[in-house]
């Protein structure tokens, strides 16, 4: 099977005027990787600091990517940017065949919400990692973890009641601080529950009301 190449990783401008020439020059360099034969997905964000670009790429295999990296050298988003420092990793990630046989594999959890990008600003904050992609109708990003969150858009959007509603959520890892953790996911944004049915666990409810629990009582390898 054949390997995906996965680059990520950031772009840091040292001012103002290299930070200008990325997003002068970015449009048309995404238009053309896109179009590229053999890759599969193509991201670069602007970060909440303004002089720090997140990248993030998919290509079917090597040669795609080698493709890729030899046209990039002699454009003109290749030249421009020369200077700026670039701090990348590159992975390759191997394919799973199609089965209808399992196991499958987990891609992602869906969160509905009226603002996509406010929730993926509440879960980047609270939780780290690194925003995928993001337009007016969903926004996805992935935990430090692996996890990946997608936020995405439902009209006429109204949240969950909880307790009531019958949600999949999420448990988040206190360590062995309940209380801290508790108070950091409310600078984030959270908000806590009035209904709370354990002293174990704190139910919080994120910007779109969503339910989550942080608690103690995590799953151990070391407990096998």
Same mark, same amino acid.
Request: net charge negative; proline share 5%.
């Given at each position: !099977?054949?390997?995906?190449?996965?680059?990520? *990783?950031?772009?840091?401008? =040292?001012?103002?005027?290299?930070?200008?020439?990325?997003?002068?020059?970015?449009?048309?360099?995404?238009?053309?990787?896109?179009?590229?034969? *053999?890759?599969?997905?193509?991201?670069?964000?602007?970060?909440?600091?303004?002089? $720090?670009?997140?990248?993030?790429?998919?290509?079917?295999?090597?040669?795609?990517?080698?493709?890729?990296?030899?046209?990039?050298?002699?454009?003109?988003?290749?030249? =421009?940017?020369?200077?700026?420092?670039?701090?990348?990793?590159?992975?390759?990630?191997?394919?799973?065949?199609?089965?209808?046989?399992?196991?499958?594999?987990?891609?992602?959890?869906?969160?509905?919400?009226?603002?996509?990008?406010?929730?993926?600003?509440?879960?980047?904050?609270?939780?780290?990692?690194?925003?995928?992609?993001?337009?007016?109708?969903?926004?996805? !990003?992935?935990?430090?973890?692996?996890?990946?969150?997608?936020?995405?858009? $439902?009209?006429?959007?109204?949240?969950?009641?909880?307790? *009531?509603?019958?949600? $999949?959520?999420?448990?988040?890892?206190?360590?062995?601080?309940?209380?801290?953790?508790?108070?950091?996911?409310?600078?984030?944004?959270?908000?806590?529950?009035?209904?709370? $049915?354990?002293? =174990?666990?704190?139910?919080?409810?994120?910007?779109? *009301?969503?339910?989550?629990?942080?608690?103690? !009582?995590?799953?151990?390898?070391?407990?096998?």
């Amino acid at each position: !099977m054949r390997p995906h190449v996965h680059l990520s *990783g950031q772009l840091i401008c =040292r001012d103002d005027a290299e930070s200008a020439v990325v997003s002068e020059c970015l449009p048309r360099h995404v238009e053309l990787t896109r179009a590229e034969p *053999g890759c599969v997905s193509f991201d670069v964000q602007q970060s909440d600091d303004p002089l $720090v670009w997140q990248v993030d790429e998919y290509f079917t295999d090597d040669a795609a990517f080698v493709r890729h990296q030899e046209r990039v050298s002699s454009s003109e988003w290749g030249r =421009r940017t020369a200077g700026i420092e670039r701090r990348y990793v590159v992975e390759r990630e191997r394919d799973v065949a199609p089965t209808t046989r399992g196991p499958l594999r987990t891609a992602g959890i869906s969160l509905d919400c009226a603002d996509p990008e406010e929730l993926v600003r509440f879960y980047l904050a609270l939780l780290g990692g690194r925003r995928l992609w993001g337009d007016d109708q969903a926004s996805g !990003m992935r935990t430090d973890e692996g996890l990946v969150l997608v936020a995405q858009k $439902v009209e006429e959007y109204t949240p969950p009641e909880w307790p *009531g509603t019958a949600v $999949v959520h999420l448990d988040i890892d206190a360590g062995n601080d309940l209380a801290g953790a508790v108070r950091y996911a409310e600078t984030c944004g959270a908000r806590q529950s009035e209904a709370q $049915v354990d002293s =174990r666990w704190a139910v919080l409810l994120d910007p779109a *009301g969503h339910p989550f629990c942080i608690t103690t !009582m995590v799953w151990s390898k070391d407990a096998e």
